[in-house]
């Protein structure tokens, strides 16, 4: 994750948007201090997620210790999970409300919660296509009897291996999502000095045309170029 990223103000109306579209246990308000104790980003992965978080070891405080208690722990349990790992001095600065760090926790949360909904759904179409294949192998094969314990293993190799491919693809979507996540911020970064350099020859500019000595010597020293 990208702490120095810079978010535009239509990725923060974008990320609000999202936000406001989840059912929360309270409003947001001021989004730092809402978000300090990391009770409410448990709650954003319990409602895409319920599966993979007990919502009940996060709880709301306003104490420092407490707050530290509960990023620490959804570090380690969930955010690990999706390449997410805070640093001591982030959750510091969670914690603290420093301004814009939740908001670039929330921005590559969301990017990661949208990558793994499309690997599940794509983890559930390989297991249907699989059903279905099943279903018209029985169908174009004379059936012959198998021992409970042959049937049981072929299903657990079958599981098997179709988990493995999901994990696959899921490491290669995460690896291309941050590849092009680094690729977005270098071209915003490369924008934003031309924007600078812009302003400033802008700058240069009126500063020549509104000093008459500089733009007299300008002048001449434009005329003799010419002679």
């Not at 070891?57 to 990023?71: D, E, G, P, V």
């Amino acid at each position: 994750m990208i702490w120095e990223s810079e978010l535009d103000e239509s990725n923060l109306q974008e990320l609000y948007s999202w936000i406001d579209e989840i059912p929360l246990s309270k409003p947001k308000r001021k989004i730092q201090r809402d978000f300090s104790d990391g009770a409410m980003v448990a709650e954003i992965v319990y409602y895409y997620f319920p599966d993979i978080i007990n919502i009940n070891n996060y709880i709301s405080t306003i104490s420092f210790n407490q707050k530290r208690l509960n990023w620490q722990m959804l570090n380690k349990n969930v955010l690990d999970r999706f390449d997410l790992h805070l640093s001591e001095m982030i959750i510091n600065d969670l914690s603290n409300a420093k301004l814009r760090t939740i908001e670039i926790l929330l921005f590559y949360l969301k990017l990661k919660i949208n990558e793994e909904i499309q690997l599940r759904q794509e983890h559930q179409t390989l297991l249907s296509l699989s059903t279905v294949d099943s279903i018209n192998d029985k169908k174009s094969i004379v059936p012959k009897r198998t021992s409970r314990n042959g049937q049981l293993t072929e299903n657990i190799t079958s599981k098997s291996t179709y988990w493995s491919t999901y994990e696959q693809l899921r490491k290669q979507c995460l690896k291309q999502q941050e590849d092009i996540e680094i690729l977005q911020m270098k071209i915003y970064r490369l924008e934003r000095v031309t924007q600078l350099k812009d302003n400033r020859i802008n700058e240069l500019s009126r500063t020549i045309q509104d000093c008459p000595h500089i733009r007299s010597n300008t002048i001449i020293n434009n005329k003799f170029k010419k002679t």
